[in-house]
């Protein structure tokens, strides 16, 4: 049996809490291929709703109330790229799955 490969990045992120227990992403900092940080402003989000099921890149299938899921805007040198962000609240962790 194969080890399961996961392709993520761990980010850090600034977020607001509303009173509907929604999650509202604001900032990224994610680290480049030599450690250095990089600060992104969210430009514009899509929740991801709890009916949908995400197929991670390692193929594993979840669709889980503890995992929150946004597609967002970012501007990265003058050019808007579309990540998927996903919130761990068991684990309290932020990930970026993929970036276009």
Request: hydrophobic content about 40%; aromatic content about 12%; overall charge positive.
């Amino acid at each position: 049996m194969s080890r399961a490969i996961e392709r993520y990045m761990l980010a850090d992120v600034i977020c607001q809490h509303k009173r509907d227990k929604t999650l509202v992403p604001l900032k990224i900092r994610l680290a480049d291929e030599d450690g250095e940080f990089h600060i992104y402003q969210v430009k514009a989000y899509k929740e991801l709703g709890p009916g949908d099921v995400y197929c991670m890149p390692n193929e594993i299938v979840v669709g889980n109330n503890h995992l929150k899921a946004f597609d967002c805007k970012i501007l990265v040198f003058d050019q808007i790229k579309i990540i998927r962000l996903f919130y761990n609240s068991y684990e309290n962790l932020w990930k970026v799955y993929y970036i276009n």
